[in-house]
């Protein structure tokens, strides 16, 4: 059962938790707040670092710049939560429910997101460096301006999302569900997309400089001006693919098992 929490009693914790940041947890406490039902809660700067707020709820809760690096937030519901701002540095968000969230800006970097459910989130300009999202579900979210350099996207369905001028570089999207999402002016260069699903996805202007295109599925997929140099496109499939031309494989690593057409 979820447990409902007065406000005296929450300020009682947010005082006893900031307590114990500031004394290095010599002294008062830290923030236990797992399964606390904390829906719409106005919590807009709170210092929540490393407060344990498992399968907490947070739906619609207002947490606009406060701070949860290193929290733990497992299986924590936060639909429609405004986390925007916010730092998630190094918090574990693993199972949680972020359909709908306002995540913009927010720092995630090295934050522990598998599997998590975002879609329709708004991520852009967030901070997603070295995070890992294996196998979320990112459907329909916005990643715009978004900076993804070495984070974990191995399974994550993509599909149907906003990630134009995203910066993946060295990102790991091995095996990911890509289809239908917008990539335009993102940066994939020297990324793990083998076997990705890229049908009918827009990478115009993409840089794949370096980037792993094994296996990857490609078909009718818009690379106009898209960058290739030294891309491994081994067993591609890049058939109906748009800008994409028997030229190109003057500048990639491809084989017998490249498919350039029918």
């Known amino acids: 059962m979820p447990i409902t929490l007065s406000p005296a009693q929450m300020r009682e914790i947010l005082a006893r938790h900031q307590a114990w940041i500031a004394s290095n947890g010599t002294e008062g406490a ?77 720092n995630m970097k090295g934050a522990q997101v598998s599997p998590a459910d975002l879609e ?3 991520l852009s300009g967030a901070n997603m460096e070295d995070a890992n999202f294996e196998e979320a579900k990112l459907v329909g979210c916005n990643l715009r301006d978004a900076r993804c350099k070495n984070a974990n ?9 906003i ?23 993102t940066n994939l260069r020297g990324a793990n997309l ?26 009718k997929t818009d690379l106009f001006k898209a960058q290739f140099d030294n891309a491994d496109m081994r ?14 494989l003057d500048v990639v690593r491809w084989d017998e098992k490249t498919k350039l057409r029918d």
């Open 235 to 248: 067993g591609t499939d890049v058939r109906d693919a748009i800008g994409f031309s028997q030229k190109h």
């Open 30 to 106: 830290r923030a236990d707040l797992v399964g606390a039902n904390l829906n719409r809660a106005e919590l807009q700067n709170a210092a929540l670092q490393h407060a344990d707020m498992r399968e907490a709820i947070l739906s619609g809760a207002q947490l606009r710049g406060a701070n949860l690096s290193g929290a733990n937030l497992q299986r924590a519901r936060l639909l429609q939560a405004n986390l925007r701002d916010a730092n998630l540095e190094g918090a574990d968000l693993s199972g949680a429910f972020l359909q709908n969230a306002i995540l913009t800006r927010a």
């Open 153 to 161: 996207f191995y399974k994550a369905n993509l599909s149907e999302a």
């Open 163 to 185: 990630l134009v001028k995203v910066d993946f570089e060295n990102a790991t999207l091995r095996t990911a569900d890509i289809r239908k999402s917008d990539l335009t002016d």
């Open 194 to 219: 083998q076997s990705a699903r890229l049908q009918e996805a827009d990478l115009v202007k993409v840089d794949l400089r370096q980037a792993n295109l094994q296996r990857a599925r490609m078909q």
């Open 120 to 122: 329709l989130a708004d």
